[in-house]
Structures are given as C-alpha cells and as structure tokens.
C-alpha cells in the first residue's frame, strides 16, 4: 500500500513535496491530502471484494471537501449521504441522484418530500419512518437498514448496531424483538417495493469476523425479500491508528464473501448487487494536518507542546482518545523527548496525545519552537468535524495531485465567521 509521506534528509514530504515549502506557501495549520493514496485505498478495496456486481459508496461524512468528492466520482464510487445537504453535495460534484443512497435519520416529512422529487433512494432505519413513508409514497421503492443486534467499532459512540444503538429495524433471533416481519407487512400493504438490504453496524472494526457474521446474518434476512436489487453491508473497516494495530485483512473476510454469495444467488435464483460504505479506510491515512510548535512549558508531571492548531481541527482525540501517530516534520529521527502535544484552545482536554482519561505522553524528536509536527491518518472525520470553537478559523486544505499542490479550500478568516450574526 502507497504510504502519504516520505522521508528525505530526515525532512518529512508529502507526495514528494517537502512539509516545509507546503506550510511557508499555504500557511499552519494545514490539511494536506495525498491523492494517491486515496486512489490507491479506492483500488485495493474494490480489488478486495471477490464479486462482479459490486458498488462503493464512499461515506462523504468522512471528508465532504468537493475536490476529494470529484475524485470519488471519477473513480467510479457511489455516495452514501446522511443529510440533505450531503446530497445536495453529492449532485453538485455531478453524482447523478442513482448513485446516492441516503441513510439519515430522524427526517421530517419535508425533507422525505424532497428526496424523493429529487429521485434519491432512501433508506429507512426505524419501523415509524417505514410507516410514514409508506404513507406518504405507497407504491415506490424502498430499502431498509437493519440492526442486527451486534455491532462493532473503535470506541462506544461510534457503534451502530446493538441494543443500545439508536440505529436501524431491529433484528434478533431471541426472545420476540424481531422487527422484521412488521416492516414486511407495512411494505407489503403500501405495495412498496424493496430493493435494498443494509446494515452498518459501527467504525474502525478491525475484527473481519464481525463483516463475516454481518453478511451471513443479512443474507439470511435478504432471502425473504423477492425483488431486492442490492444488499449494502455499510462502511467500518478499521486502520490501524496505534503502532500495535494491524490493518484490516480483507482476504480474511473475502473467502467467506464469495462462498456465501455464490449460495446465496443459488437459493436467491438471481445476482444482486453487493455495495459497502467506506468513509475511514478510504481518506484517513491520505490525511495529514500539520502544526506548528509556538511554545513548550513544564509542570511537575509533563512536557507540554504547545501548537497552533486544537480539537476545532480535529476532535477525535477528545471525543474518543483517540491516538493518532505525530511526527516531528522537521528532525523525524534523532534524540526523542516525551511530551504532550497541547492545542491552543482554552480548555483542558485540547491535547493531540490523550486518551480518554487524560494525558498521554509521546516520545517524539525534541520539538522547537517553530518545528512543523505532522499529525497523521487525518483524512477520515479530521475536518469533517471541525468548528470555530474559540472564534478560531478552520485550516485551509490541499490536495497533493500529479501535478502538484493544489489548494482544495482556502483558510477562513474573521470576516467568514462573522457573516451569520444578524
Ligand atoms: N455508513 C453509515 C450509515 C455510517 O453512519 C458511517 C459512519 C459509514 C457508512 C462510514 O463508516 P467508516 O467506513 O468511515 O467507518 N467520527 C467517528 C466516526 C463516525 C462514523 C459515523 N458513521 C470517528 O472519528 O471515528
């Protein structure tokens, strides 16, 4: 698998361009995109799935910059979108509304209203929604997104399937909390067709059991359903973010694939279509936020590394504790200080190296003031969940192409935060 950086005179580059010119041309701090890394992730996925009819919808909640959307597009992926203004998106960077699905939830009438003129598939996770769009379109088709009473993930707030998640038509094969067959009836008296099967049970799995047992468990529901087109199994698979980690195998997982569709469309008498949602394995490590080091300070207990950037960037530490690896872009070898990487915002919690109890410390190449740290496998919900926390304005991003850097969304200033007060 292509790597996002290199390594040169003990510099950090980005698809050969050296840190340093990226920040003294773009500014810090700066989301830096390596495209072939994402093209490369796109490909070992679909060579990955050992089924002809096959569709990645690229999960756009990831990473929705529109340049990174265009490239999805030309590759041929499909887009799962969860709010309309994703799928206002998804249409603007020129998916057509047959390459969409939609899986959010909790709609209001207006909003199923528009996506249906607007020819969108929606996909219905709770057996009220299936009833009110039953009610508003009987007669047109549908798909469904089951929970299948497990679930997986990084961490307890990313886990969609399972009895405390709010996701999904519930499906057990104990005690009577099977939802199913009153979602077959609700179809069945509107005259719905269903034409699609999901599930999306959590991200960052890096167990291939859990896809194993998921498609088992989906197809074994999709088999009672006659007129479906496609079974979509959802995003999830993990990347290895902490050094013990292993990437996600999916020759683990694709022998089982193949074995069970080729059953499958036996006792099924016709192919479907099979679709996953990638979001993380596909834009994660292409990703890299760089930041510059403005101050060091001591306590008793820790070294504390001061930058100029904070979770309004990238939050996932905070949310989750979640590690990302941190390199010293100027000096990446050489004698190693422990540390933590402290963002600039006023709040406590605002450190790049914690988990979820607090601070962890990081051995890393003695940083100075000035020094560009490279914060990795950034690409997946980096600035897709970044704010103006603090009235601090977001980073601009660049896509590193064949042709070069390109800048794909310039900073923010004052004056863009400031244009919604009335
Ligand atoms: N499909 C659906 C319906 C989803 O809700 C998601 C992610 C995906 C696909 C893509 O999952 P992926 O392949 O990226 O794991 N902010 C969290 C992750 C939240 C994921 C939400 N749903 C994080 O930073 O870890």
Redesign the pocket.
């Known amino acids: 698998m292509i790597q996002p950086y290199e390594i040169e005179n003990n510099q950090l580059s980005i698809g050969g361009i050296k840190v340093s010119e990226l920040v003294s041309e773009f500014g810090s701090p700066l989301y830096v995109y390596n495209e072939s890394v994402i093209r490369d992730r796109y490909t070992t996925l679909v060579n990955a799935i050992p089924y002809p009819h096959k569709r990645l919808?690229y999960?756009m909640?990831?990473n929705s910059n529109l340049r990174i959307l265009k490239l999805f597009l030309e590759m041929g992926a499909y887009i799962?979108a969860?709010s309309l203004e994703e799928v206002r998106l998804a249409l603007h960077a020129g998916f057509s509304p047959d390459k969409i699905l939609f899986?959010g939830i909790n709609l209001k009438n207006e909003e199923l209203h528009w996506l249906v003129s607007q020819n969108i598939r929606v996909n219905i996770g709770s057996l009220h929604m299936l009833q009110k769009y039953a009610s508003l379109f009987p007669g047109t088709e549908v798909s469904i997104?089951i929970n299948p009473d497990f679930g997986g993930?990084?961490?307890s707030?990313?886990i969609?399937g399972g009895r405390e998640s709010k996701?999904g038509i519930f499906y057990s094969q104990e005690g009577n909390y099977n939802q199913i067959p009153q979602a077959k009836q609700i179809i069945e008296r509107a005259h719905l067709k269903l034409v699609g099967i999901?599930a999306?049970i959590?991200?960052?799995?890096l167990e291939e059991k859990k896809f194993i047992e998921l498609i088992s468990l989906i197809l074994s529901i999709a088999k009672h359903f006659p007129d479906l087109e496609f079974v979509d199994f959802?995003?999830?698979?993990?990347i290895p973010y902490r050094p013990h980690e292993k990437p996600f195998q999916f020759d683990l997982f694709a022998e089982h694939l193949e074995k069970t569709m080729q059953k499958f469309t036996k006792e099924y008498g016709k192919e479907v279509i099979i679709a996953f949602?990638?979001?993380?394995?596909?834009v994660a490590e292409a990703g890299i936020l760089l930041t510059t080091v403005t101050e060091i300070k001591h306590t008793p207990k820790y070294t504390f590394v001061g930058v100029d950037s904070g979770f309004n960037h990238l939050?996932?530490p905070m949310?989750?504790g979640?590690y990302h690896p941190i390199l010293n872009a100027f000096r990446v070898q050489g004698e190693q200080k422990e540390v933590v990487i402290a963002g600039y915002l006023c709040e406590s919690g605002d450190l790049f190296t914690r988990n979820e109890h607090g601070p962890e410390v990081r051995s890393i190449t003695t940083p100075l003031e000035g020094d560009v740290l490279a914060i990795l496998n950034a690409g997946?919900?980096g600035f897709?969940?970044s704010s103006n926390y603090n009235m601090r304005p977001r980073p601009a991003e660049v896509l590193i192409t064949p042709e070069g850097p390109k800048l794909i969304r310039r900073r923010e200033t004052f004056e863009d935060m400031i244009r919604f007060f009335v």
């Open positions: 919808h999960a909640k990831a799962d969860v899986t997104r993930g990084h961490h707030h990313v969609t996701f999901h999306h959590g991200s960052g799995i959802g995003g999830g698979f993990g949602e990638p979001g993380r394995f596909l939050i996932r949310a989750y979640s997946a919900y897709a969940m």
